[in-house]
């Protein structure tokens, strides 16, 4: 079954802080990996988008990973902000249909 | 250049009462999709089009009607609504089929 799972479910750090969002995904056929994030009462907003060939991708402060060996990706924020709480989502495209397939997200509280 | 707009907001219904969420986009996309987004669950794709007079049905499509009669509205109707159906809905537009996915901000519906 295609899937895609997410650690941890919530996470609160203080602003200036780094942090680490992981994210396992079972995608067959695999054709790319997402990180979404979501504010509350938006919709998901393109961080950015990974093929198997890449293993790193950077927007900004946000750098995703990925290892399709393992099947893992990670979402690093470096020096946050209050702008970053959000929800932070990935998704695997792929898959018989080639479609979306979403994970729950990290609920990612940044305090002053 | 509004992108992709979702009407209405916000919505209660009465069971067995019917309503259509309104999805319009302006950026010429062939691709549009509807999700349904519930706690502790990643989007779930409703029905998809891949083009004007087009669509198809995704993940959990039961309870749900979709028609796409001009390419840059898509329509998601509830003829029996269900408490089993609030949640949060969104619509998305797609030029391509891949990459380039644009959210709308979603439309809250409450059955009670």
């Known amino acids: 079954k295609n899937q895609v799972e997410q650690s941890p479910q919530s996470l609160i750090i203080l602003e200036g802080k780094n942090c680490t969002l992981q994210?396992?995904?079972?995608?067959?056929?695999?054709?790319?990996l997402r990180w979404y994030k979501q504010d509350t009462g938006r919709g998901p907003v393109s961080l950015t988008i990974?093929?198997?060939?890449?293993n790193t991708k950077s927007n900004g402060r946000y750098t995703a990973t990925l290892d399709a060996d393992t099947k893992q990706s990670s979402l690093h924020i470096t020096a946050s902000q209050l702008s970053d709480s959000a929800s932070y989502i990935c998704?695997?495209?792929?898959?018989?249909?080639?479609?979306?397939?979403f994970g729950t997200g990290t609920l990612l509280a940044v305090q002053p | 250049n509004a992108g992709v707009t979702q009407t209405p907001k916000f919505r209660v219904l009465k069971t067995g009462q019917s309503m259509t969420l309104l999805c319009a986009q302006d950026?010429?996309?062939?691709?549009m999709y509807w999700y349904r987004q519930d706690p502790g669950m990643g989007l779930r794709l409703i029905h998809y089009?891949?083009?004007?007079?087009?669509?198809a049905k995704g993940e959990v499509p039961d309870g749900y009607n979709v028609s796409r009669l001009k390419k840059q509205n898509f329509l998601l109707g509830l003829e029996s609504a269900a408490p089993s159906q609030t949640s949060v809905y969104f619509c998305?537009?797609?030029?391509?089929?891949?990459?380039?996915?644009?959210f709308g901000s979603g439309t809250r519906l409450t059955v009670v």
């Open positions: 998305a537009s797609n030029p391509t089929g891949s990459y380039g996915y644009t």
């Open positions: 994210c396992n995904y079972t995608v067959s056929p695999f054709s790319n």
């Open positions: 998704v695997g495209e792929g898959g018989a249909t080639n479609k979306l397939i």
């Open positions: 089009s891949v083009g004007e007079g087009t669509t």
């Open positions: 950026m010429n996309h062939e691709y």
């Open positions: 990974m093929t198997f060939s890449e």
